[in-house]
């Protein structure tokens, strides 16, 4: 049974680029949470899908867009990149909300802003 | 709101000695909580998880944590410290009747003295 699978593992972008990263949920989950980690920090939630769409947001900017497809993969997308954006970039996947479904990771992409 | 509080950034023991790994939490709502370890450049794993059952939960690795409403606290605890523990431990927070956005404290780093 595969875990979360996030890709890539590690990425190098510069200023004013452009990225996507991508996440395949855990067979069998239908929710997929994105959480930026900065160095030393906690997780901080960016957005949820659910059903194809942005369920609620987190305080990040309309550079940070995403997407959920039919098999429930998510990609996230962050345009004009700051160096502000270099961090550890997590996606969860869960069941449906409103049954306390714990979140579970991938090992996350890192993102490197030069 | 939902927020929860780690009291400590950094706990240091040695092999063999108990861990206690401290977070309160602050919920306008029924809260569901949860302990998640993080090992150097990997994801979250789930330790363990409070939603309204019993108050001393059990998780894996030996750890186990006590819902004290009255303290607002979610202390993590083990009896005996191995040397695989040492990693970064984050206490999260959610809504019971949601469980949309889950919200991370800063994180305690524990380091295991052989």
């Known amino acids: 049974d595969a875990g979360v699978t996030q890709s890539p593992t590690h990425l190098i972008k510069t200023r004013g680029q452009q990225v996507t990263l991508r996440c395949s949920p855990k067979s069998g989950h239908d929710t997929v949470s994105w959480y930026q980690q900065a160095l030393g920090q906690g997780p901080q939630f960016i957005f949820q899908?659910?059903?194809?769409?942005?369920?609620q947001r987190g305080n990040f900017p309309d550079r940070f867009s995403g997407h959920q497809f039919p098999n429930y993969s998510s990609e996230l997308n962050v345009n004009a990149l700051l160096l502000g954006d270099s961090a550890l970039y997590l996606c969860?996947?869960?069941?449906?909300?409103?049954?306390?479904?714990?979140?579970?990771f991938g090992n996350g992409t890192r993102l490197t802003v030069t | 709101a939902q927020s929860v509080t780690q009291l400590d950034s950094h706990v240091s023991v040695s092999e063999g000695t108990p861990v206690l790994l401290r977070c309160n939490y602050s919920s306008s709502y029924s809260p569901s909580l949860f302990w998640y370890v993080q090992h150097p450049n990997k994801g979250l794993q789930l330790l363990l998880k409070?939603?309204?059952?019993?108050?001393l939960v059990k998780g894996i690795n030996g750890f186990e944590a006590e819902f004290k409403k009255s303290e607002t606290s979610f202390h993590l605890t083990k009896p005996s410290a191995h040397m695989s523990d040492a990693a970064e431990y984050f206490c999260?927070?959610?809504?019971?009747?949601?469980?949309?956005?889950?919200?991370f404290g800063t994180g305690t780093s524990l380091t295991v003295i052989p």
């Open positions: 969860a996947s869960s069941y449906s909300t409103g049954r306390n479904s714990p979140l579970h």
């Open positions: 409070y939603t309204s059952a019993a108050t």
């Open positions: 899908y659910y059903e194809e769409e942005e369920r």
């Open positions: 999260v927070v959610t809504r019971t009747n949601t469980g949309n956005q889950f919200y």
